[in-house]
């Protein structure tokens, strides 16, 4: 059956699909922002090597020849540091009320060294809920010699600007992070 003139619609449907040019207009706006603001953002590397690992059999009998070098291991928990060391007794140095024991922690490090002047190596090993902020607090407190420390040489200016200044007043400067 043939429909009357007035029943059939020579209008076209309107398109249900959904567009996306609004939101691909927004992304490419808010990119520009993102990139720019990307290169202002500080980034941070900190030098933390993994544990080291000897390869060879040669490496394996001159890491336990060397008669130089001390074990020093910083445990970090949410109840304070716990230093373990080859020389020493373990060092329980727990929260206090202002917080961590940063500076205990430092007297007993530079201690440590004095006993092997030559060791260098720290290895860190946070627990799981231990900050940021505080795995850099422990390297911050076990890197450098403080100068009420013994053993801190006075740098002349000349010497203070080369990269050779460096190697002067170093506590434990290769500081790896384990158990990670």
Known sequence: ???????RTHRSRPDD???LTPLIDM???????????????PVVVIDAP?????????????AKNDEAKMEVMVSINS????VKSDVSPEKSLPVGPKGYPYDELHKYLVGL???RPNSKELTL???DDTLYEVMIGVMDASRELYKEDPGYQA????????????QFNRLFPEVSIGGV
């Open 79 to 82: 109840k304070g540091f716990v």
């Open 17 to 19: 699909s959904l567009n």
């Open 27 to 41: 992304i490419t706006c808010l990119m520009f922002f993102l990139l720019m603001f990307a290169s202002i953002l």
């Open 155 to 166: 740098l002349s200016p000349e010497i203070a600007k080369k990269p050779e200044s460096q």
């Open 113 to 115: 060294k004095s006993k």
């Open 1 to 7: 059956m043939a429909q009357k003139p007035s029943s």
């Open 50 to 62: 993994l544990p080291k690992v000897a390869a060879t059999a040669e490496e394996v009998k001159q």
């Open 125 to 127: 090993v946070p627990a």
